[in-house]
């Protein structure tokens, strides 16, 4: 059984870490930047001899920095 809400939960706990507002889904009144989305789940059966799985989490970075240099910066951090 894949437990998605635990792998959702790992990567919230580590933007929290990181001090980075996370959401679900984009809030009605807007977000708080810098900030994170997360997206879509794609789960796949890896085809292998012991169970396996790819997680593919979309991860969406929002900022008000004129560039990209703060988004790059908070990917670089999460992927740590």
């Not at 929002?62 to 910066?73: D, P, R, T």
Request: charged letters at 30%; a negative charge; one cysteine or more.
């Amino acid at each position: 059984m894949v437990k998605i809400n635990k792998v959702q939960a790992l990567l919230y706990s580590k933007c929290k870490e990181l001090d980075y507002t996370v959401y679900d889904e984009v809030p009605e009144k807007g977000p708080s930047f810098p900030c994170v989305v997360i997206g879509d789940i794609k789960v796949e059966e890896l085809d292998m001899k012991d169970e396996g799985h790819s997680y593919n989490f979309q991860i969406n970075v929002f900022s008000i920095y004129n560039g990209k240099f703060e988004a790059n910066e908070m990917i670089e951090k999460i992927e740590a």
